[in-house]
């Protein structure tokens, strides 16, 4: 995996990076030297990275939804009934011309170059995204803080900050019990939990936990226990 002090570490996170880089390369390209043919590559590499990155985030969403409406319809809820509509598919936007592989390779590569180039400046720098963070930072004290309000009909958003960390890990309880079971890994804030809803006129209690993750593993401490009242339309 190529590093920079200036790249984020998750995949959202270097879309974002990317399509900064890229929008404001050819305002830059004349005085460091950066070919049209680097240019052009830098911005298809941009948009493609993004629609990939939409694209399995849509898919992630979905299997969310899917496993979601296959556990109520295998185990029910206290009330039976008709089970709802089945989880619409994923609706993809045409993609873009695809790329070779190792755009962020390339485009450090052209980061790299402007940073030693002569006449390099700190703005330039600023305006493209290549200067990382000089603060330090303790990933092992991290503790997620994190309120829920109702949207979408009723369902539950996770609103949380990510805080230089790659993403959070969401538990929940939604059978008053002890336990708690893995949710879902979000790494863009916020996160709506779509479970089905209670039945019209019932209310249920919610409960949920985060926990940081950093370079693939649990880091920090758990957050405090958020609840939720959620009923059904």
């Known amino acids: 995996m190529i590093s920079a002090s200036f790249l984020p570490t998750d995949n959202s996170g270097k879309a974002f990076w990317l399509d900064n880089f890229a929008s ?7 005085k460091y030297g950066i070919l ?69 390779k390339r485009s ?27 603060t330090s930072h303790d990933f092992q004290k991290a503790k997620p803080h994190f309120t829920i309000r109702l949207i979408e009909g009723g369902h539950p958003e996770i609103v949380w900050t990510r805080k230089k960390m790659d993403g959070v ?6 059978d008053g019990g002890e336990d708690f079971s893995f949710l879902a890994y ?5 996160y709506t939990d779509m479970y089905p809803l209670p039945a ?11 926990i940081y993750r950093y370079k693939d593993k649990q880091a920090g401490s758990w957050s405090d226990v958020v609840s939720v009242n959620v009923s059904g339309n």
């Open 169 to 174: 890990e969401i538990w929940v309880n939604r």
């Open 36 to 104: 049209p043919e680097e240019v052009s590559d830098t911005e298809a590499g941009s948009l493609y990275f993004k629609y990939v990155v939409t694209y399995a985030r849509q898919i992630d969403e979905y299997k969310t939804n899917i496993n979601a409406y296959r556990d109520e319809l295998r185990d029910g809820s206290e009330h039976f009934g008709i089970a709802a509509n089945l989880p619409a598919l994923p609706v993809f936007a045409p993609p873009p011309a695809v790329v070779p592989n190792g755009i962020f």
């Open 200 to 210: 019209a006129g019932k209310a249920v209690v919610w409960r949920y936990k985060l």
């Open 186 to 190: 979000d790494q863009r804030p916020n």
């Open 24 to 30: 404001k390369l050819s305002l830059h390209a004349s």
């Open 108 to 134: 450090i590569s052209l980061a790299q170059r402007i940073k030693k180039h002569t006449q390099y400046a700190e703005a330039d720098g600023r305006d493209l995204g290549i200067i990382g963070e000089q």
